[in-house]
């Protein structure tokens, strides 16, 4: 048994602990709202983001930050991108030296363009990082469906330990020594993924689709590639695995705000109309700067970001990417 503490109250946040609950594990959940913890708490349901569960009495619920991971071995972060550094900076550094941070974060800091990991250990040098991701829906893996995840570490022990402490009969987790793709995957298939939902908002179909994250895949790979990740990540489960999940589930946030876009809505109007926070458009920010900044050509991004940002009709965004280039690649 290990002892587990989960930073964040979202729909993941609240499946990993089902998960390391079902798997004999001692969780604590902590979030940024202590009120909400209360509720939580009380009720032993999350409305907001999961609420078809109930939340064994087993799981703890601490508004202190740093008793929650001062108690802990292993530290699960589940804080969206754009409040990753801020939560860190809440934790006194010697509560944490020598623990385990879990990534299960999907997004990229706007500011520095830096990925979850690279934040976590430039606020804690001494810390073992690791990045869990994958094609996981919160909702099915609550359910108990079959889903299959990526454990990755530049310290191979230390992915297989993470492996070791989700891995069960429906939730099959691999091991990978490339954290750097795994965790690009898990950020910059949502940029994609807003695009397919595009797609679907217009009323185009499966071919339409299909040209998106065939295409798709193949750029976040040209920038992955270029930062360092193997090439053989974007192609397995962390990348064109999550990529199809996004791009294709009605429940995934990213494709259903592009899929809103699509049918008219402004970006600024989806955000303030839901609860959770979609990591993809900010994302998709600090993507194409990523992209400029390193001289990668990401048409589908570039796309993207002025349709967010320019407001470009959406239809137009579309008819440029298909004449682009007459040479096809």
């Not at 008793?67 to 006194?92: C, E, G, M, Q, T």
């Not at 191979?156 to 954290?179: C, G, H, I, M, W």
Request: net charge positive; glycine share 8%.
């Amino acid at each position: 048994m290990k002892k587990v503490t989960i930073l964040g109250d979202g729909a993941w946040a609240t499946t990993i602990a089902l998960i390391l609950n079902k798997n004999g594990h001692k969780v604590t959940m902590w979030s940024t709202f202590p009120d909400y913890l209360d509720e939580l708490n009380l009720k032993r349901v999350n409305a907001k983001y999961l609420p078809d569960f109930s939340i064994p009495k087993e799981i703890v619920f601490e508004k202190d930050i740093n008793k929650a991971v001062s108690n802990a071995d292993i530290i699960v972060d589940a804080i969206p991108s754009k409040f990753y550094r801020s939560v860190l900076n809440k934790i006194d550094k010697k509560n944490i030296q020598g623990k385990f941070f879990v990534n299960v974060s999907k997004g990229i800091e706007q500011e520095s363009l830096k990925r979850m990991t690279e934040i976590a250990k430039e606020e804690f040098p001494k810390i073992k990082t690791c990045v869990l991701s994958g094609p996981t829906i919160a909702h099915e893996v609550a359910l108990g469906m079959p889903a299959v995840v990526i454990s990755a570490s530049s310290d191979l022990n230390v992915a297989k330990s993470v492996q070791e402490l989700f891995f069960n009969e429906s939730f099959r987790v691999y091991t990978s020594t490339d954290p750097i793709g795994v965790e690009l995957c898990g950020a910059l298939k949502n940029v994609i993924a807003i695009v397919a939902g595009i797609s679907d908002g217009l009323g185009f179909g499966a071919n339409s689709k299909a040209a998106i994250l065939s295409r798709g895949i193949v750029e976040i790979a040209r920038l992955g590639q270029v930062l360092g990740a193997k090439k053989k990540t974007f192609y397995g489960i962390a990348g064109l695995g999550d990529l199809a999940t996004t791009c294709i589930s009605p429940e995934s946030r990213n494709r259903t705000l592009g899929e809103k876009i699509g049918k008219g809505e402004k970006l600024k109007d989806i955000i303030n109309s839901t609860n959770s926070v979609i990591e993809g458009a900010t994302t998709t920010e600090a993507v194409y700067n990523l992209s400029k900044k390193y001289k990668v050509d990401m048409p589908i991004t570039k796309e993207t970001y002025e349709i967010l940002y320019q407001n470009k009709d959406p239809k137009k965004a579309l008819a440029d990417l298909m004449f682009r280039s007459k040479k096809g690649e």
